[in-house]
């Protein structure tokens, strides 16, 4: 199983895989096109509510952390989770985020569920 973790602003590379944004939002900016995203599942995304908790900076990333692990255990979040977990099985799979701070962000929790 291999699970990666880039910026959706870097350059796609051969070895990228499938390659999934799991932004809410659509990166500002950036052309569907120049993206070559092949997945975008929302449902997989922290909450707006908890989004905007953690960037107003009233909570830690652990908390951050463990409050977006709980939303993701809502069924949706959880079957989406699945699917990307299916697809790191059969080959490579590159998280996309537009976040400054990957390694802090919601996308370092999924690569870490993941078990990349």
Do not use: C, I, N
């Not at 070559?36 to 995304?45: I, N, S």
């Not at 107003?56 to 692990?69: I, L, N, T, V, W």
């Amino acid at each position: 199983m291999s699970v990666r973790l880039r910026r959706v602003y870097e350059p796609p590379e051969p070895d990228d895989g499938v390659r999934v944004l799991v932004d809410r939002l659509w990166p500002r900016g950036l052309s569907k096109d120049a993206a070559q995203v092949d997945e975008w599942p929302k449902g997989l995304t922290p909450s707006t509510e908890l989004r905007r908790w953690y960037h107003a900076g009233e909570g830690s990333y652990e908390e951050f952390s463990d409050r977006y692990e709980a939303e993701l255990d809502a069924p949706e979040a959880a079957e989406l989770l699945d699917h990307v977990r299916q697809l790191a099985r059969k080959g490579t799979v590159t998280l996309l985020t537009a976040s400054k701070d990957p390694e802090h962000s919601h996308a370092a929790v999924l690569v870490r569920l993941l078990g990349a």
